[in-house]
Nanobody, 122 residues
């Protein structure tokens, strides 16, 4: 059974850091990513990675501040978020799929975690 479980969200002041983790089980995925979504808004691709090559994508809004990484041995995906801003406040989701898909397109991902809330105060 495929399962993605996020952890590491929380509340932090602007300029602070958080590290999100995603524990994947049930399959070895070729594409994994982090998305975020606020109520009433579309889900936005934050960062994604092809697990075989390590090639990564970042949204312009997080480049230089966020880093996606993986531990293939543990089937873990991470998102290190530094210099957080109030506009980064959202529910963050881990996503994965078997094939190689566009990293920033949520419609191409088959499996989703339950989400973890990130709140950044000014």
């Amino acid at each position: 059974q495929v399962q993605l479980v996020e952890s590491g969200g929380g509340s932090v002041q602007a300029g602070g850091s958080l590290r999100l983790s995603c524990a994947a089980s049930g399959y070895t995925f070729r594409t994994m990513g982090w998305f975020r979504q606020a109520l009433g808004k579309e889900r936005e691709g934050v960062a994604g990675i092809y697990t075989g090559t390590g090639s990564a994508y970042y949204a312009d809004s997080v480049k230089g501040r966020f880093t996606i990484s993986q531990d293939n041995a543990k089937n873990m995906l991470y998102l290190q978020m530094n210099n957080l801003k109030p506009e980064d406040t959202d529910m963050y989701y881990c996503a994965a799929t078997e094939g190689l898909v566009a990293l920033n397109n949520p419609a191409r991902y088959k499996y989703w975690g339950q989400g973890t809330q990130v709140t950044v105060s000014s």
